[in-house]
């Protein structure tokens, strides 16, 4: 169950050595600044939120050019990472990225017609990817031990389904008189995401269970437990929000809220667990802090739950949540400001040791 780091490169490891073994779990990057910029604008940092919006259109185009590169060049390696059940899950943080860019470009750029484009290339790329992935992993042969072959990286399955719901409830009025329909699939796809959250919960949930756990397992991608919850928390919240404005919803605003307010619940039931499996991590078992896709998949769950709970405190009219935004911001930004600064110093270390080499 280890996860993917950076390794140091050696005389041998040329570019294309690097860009064959690319993790496709580095969209993370997108997802995590991407949401920390909607936190922040929401809290009223605009000009943080800026930033961060362009680092995260920046990123985005970085990250399709080196994924183009590398089915171009590496096809086979990108079809054996499909497969792979520590790698293979890693492609959804390419829809999860593009739906999260879509919501900050929607709130913070202010470009409804540009989100309402992202959310179609989105729900593109997560129709084939949802059954792309799972299916190459079905039928890959042999199969890992459930020790082995599943992290919280699974559960980005779950956040680029919310995410596509989440775009596509925000983006349904720019689409006329088609946008109840927009709605409709929207409100499919957050119940459809509930469903895959508890299918993979119950993976996890035995693994760790019943499986030896060591430091090296438990990733930071299992931030994503409450993440993935926190995002279906946010996508929740504005299906009510929208809710009266659709006779197709308006009929289901009680289950709607209701379902919304467990998600917010459960989201929060596993912060502290999350942070105390962190302290036996590097603290007790004193394991080394190394550059790795997943650390953005800790930023991304802090942002996430900033815009949940203000979300969710308008969804049920309930203000004195919006207080726990106002500080899990600071929490997000910071953890956004520690990640990007050794992603930057851990590969000027690692150019430098292979020039040396």
């Known amino acids: 169950m280890k996860e993917d780091v950076v390794e140091v490169p050696a005389a041998e490891h040329t570019t294309a050595s690097w860009l064959e073994g690319l993790n496709p779990a580095w969209f993370a990057f997108v997802m995590a600044t991407g949401i920390v910029s909607t936190a922040t604008h929401l809290e009223g940092l605009s000009a943080v939120a800026d930033v961060l919006l362009w680092i995260t259109i920046v990123g985005y185009v970085v990250l399709w050019i080196l994924l183009i590169a590398r089915i171009v060049l590496h096809a086979g390696a990108v079809r054996d990472d499909l497969g792979n059940h520590m790698r293979g899950m890693g492609f959804f943080t390419i829809v999860a990225g593009t739906a999260v860019l879509g919501t900050a470009l929607l709130i913070v750029g202010g470009r409804p017609s540009f989100a309402k484009v992202v959310w179609v290339a989105a729900l593109a790329l997560w129709a084939v990817l949802v059954y792309a992935v799972p299916v190459a992993q079905m039928l890959r042969e042999p199969k890992p031990e459930i020790t082995d072959g599943i ?17 596509g409830t925000s ?62 928390t946010v996508a929740g919240s504005v299906l009510v929000l929208e809710a009266p404005r659709y006779p197709i919803t308006a009929d289901l605003l009680p289950f709607l ?49 900033t815009v949940a709970c203000l979300k969710f405190s308008d969804a049920i009219a309930y203000p004195p949540l919006a207080d726990i935004s ?32």
């Open 326 to 357: 106002a500080v899990f911001v600071w929490v997000a930004l910071v953890a956004w400001i520690l990640t990007f600064v050794d992603m930057i110093v851990t590969f000027v270390r690692k150019t430098r040791a292979a020039d040396a080499a």
């Open 257 to 305: 809220k209701g379902l919304t307010t467990l998600l917010w619940a459960v989201a929060t039931y596993w912060i502290p667990w999350l942070v105390v499996m962190g302290v036996w991590r590097y603290v007790v078992r004193r394991y080394t802090f190394l550059l790795e896709p997943g650390y953005w998949a800790m930023v991304f769950p802090l942002g996430m739950y």
């Open 151 to 167: 992290t919280g990286t699974w559960l980005v399955w779950v956040v680029a389904t919310q995410g596509v719901s989440l775009l």
């Open 171 to 232: 983006v349904a009025r720019q689409f006329g008189t088609n946008a109840e329909a927009v709605i409709l699939l929207s409100l499919c796809l957050w119940l459809l995401g509930v469903v895959i959250y508890i299918w993979v919960m119950a993976m996890i949930l035995q693994r760790l269970f019943f499986g030896a756990v060591e430091p090296a397992d438990l990733s930071p991608t299992y931030w994503v437990t409450m993440g993935a919850v926190a995002i279906s």
